[in-house]
């Protein structure tokens, strides 16, 4: 019943048609349990309510295909998309079952340079931290601050203070300072299987995933130039060409704020590449006249299932 409104409601606000209204979720990680550092990522139950939701409420569609038809203007009414980045181990095992089983189609967009053992930057800050051999931490020689670490609220706001001041480094440099802050401020073996195998990526297409590019070593585009941006994309989609033995379409900014993460020109030599579109993390919906190379997603990840729809209803009335 409630369904039926939430679809009446959500007709209204993005019919088929030319008049349609592209919503595309963005996912990081999933989940075991809640994470007391990262409340805002899913659980696989948080995610599989969520997708219980989608599929009652939304027409979900694959990502190429439903840009194709946002251009030609004959998208379903409801239409979305649901995207994950970055290329976490988790979302093989976690999240791929939970889509097979609502049926729904998903993009993983996988930074190529962290696969098979590796490990995003953020990743050794956060489990640094998380494993901090004391309360407080003393990060000034690097330039970082000092820190209470003493409980979880305390790690989250020490996390959310250094990471945007290692992020748009220049990427060894960016390396070189994580790896000094994680042997200051820890002990513990930092884990080495976060992120997916070749494998794992295999069978994520083999399931019928697309899988897109979001660079090789995901550095922020802001500060390259068009031959460092066009070289970093270039080796993260040859890199999933090889290993999967068919072209890559998609690709997802690293961070994805448009003129903070990437400059809006910058769209131009992602398009130039020949990829068939681009997503950015701007929130909202996308119509037929936004840019098909910085197309908007929402991010609900960590939204209690009583407002995930009535949120992504919401998000309907946003057009970029
Ligand atoms: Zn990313």
Redo the contacts with the bound molecule.
Sequence with gaps: MLDAIYRSIGSTLSPAGPRARLTILIY?RILDEVDPIFPFEATAQMFDTQMAALASVFNVLPLPEAIARLKQGTLPARAACVTF??GYADNHRLALPILRKHGLHATF?I?TAYLDGGRMFNDTVIEAIRHARSGRIDLRPLDLGEHDVSSPAAKAAAIGHILPRVKNLPTPRREQIVAELAARVSDAPLPDDLMMTTEQIRALHTAGMEIGG?THH?PILTGLDDDAVRAEIVAGNRWLEQALGTRVRVF?Y???RPDKDYRREQARVVEALGLEGAVSTQCGVSTRHTDPYQLARCSLAWSPPPRFVPMLLNNLRKAV
């Design positions: 990081h980045d970055d967009f930074a979001h995901h997802a690293p961070n994805g």
